[in-house]
C-alpha cells in the first residue's frame, strides 16, 4: 500500500504465479482479512481445502490438525470460527461465464446487493465457448473486466505463470499465460521462496501508479502455509 498499490471498486485485479507459489491459498487469505462480502469461484480446489484454510487462518491450527479432527467428526466444534465469514463460497470446477452470472444473481437474491468483491480462482479453470485456449482466455478476461463496471465490485482473478525463470522469484509481466496483461488494472506476480519463508510480491502492473514490469521490485510477507497465514516480514529471519 505504502508503494500505491491498491486494488479498487468497479476494477479487477490480477494474482499470477507459477504453480506452487501459494496464489490461491494467499488470496483466500486476503480476502478473509479484508472481512467485507465476497463471492468467490473457487474451481481451482475443492471445498474440504478451501474450508480448511479458512479454520486454520481463523484459529492458528496446523490445517493437518484440522483435516484430522473434521474426518473424525469435529466439524461442530468449527463452526463458530465460520459464522460470521462473508466468504460465499461456489466450487463449480469448470464454471462458464454464464454459470458466473447465474451464481452472481443467486448471491444478489440471497442478500439483496452485489458482492464487494468477486474472486476467480483461476482463469484457466472458467470455460469458454472458443476452441482456441488464448482467444478463450482473452475474452472471459473481458467479460470479467464488464463483471466489475456492471457490480462494482473489485474482481480478483488468479492466473498462471509461464514455468521459467527462478520459481523463488516474482516472473515478469511478459510471463502470463495468454497474453492477457492488457485488462486488468493491476497485476501481482506472486513467488513462495521455501528457502525464507516468505511470499514475494511484485507489482508489475498498476494503472495510474508505481510498477515494474520485470518483477525484480518486489515485497515480502512471511508464509506459513501449514496454517494457511501470512505475517509481517521481519528482515533478520522471517519470524513474525
Sequence with gaps: YDYGFRPRAGQVMMIAGQPGSLKSMFAQW??????????????DSDSNTAITRLIAERTGYLTDQIVEALENGGEEYYESYLKDSKIHFCFDSGPTLGD??????????LWDRFP?????????NVEAELGEDFSGMRLIAKELHRLSRETGAAVIV????REVGNPLAPQPRSELQGKVAQLPERILSVAFDHTENCLKIGVVKNRGGRSDSTGKTFFRLFADPA???FGPWVSYGGTW
Design 30 to 43: 486476503y480476502v478473509t482479512n479484508m472481512r467485507i462480502p465476497t463471492l468467490y469461484f473457487c474451481a
Design 100 to 109: 458466473i452470472a447465474d451464481e452472481l444473481e443467486a448471491y444478489i437474491e
Design 116 to 124: 464487494r468483491v468477486i474472486l476467480i480462482d483461476n482463469l484457466l
Design 158 to 161: 488468479l492466473h498462471h505463470m
Design 227 to 229: 496454517r494457511a497465514s
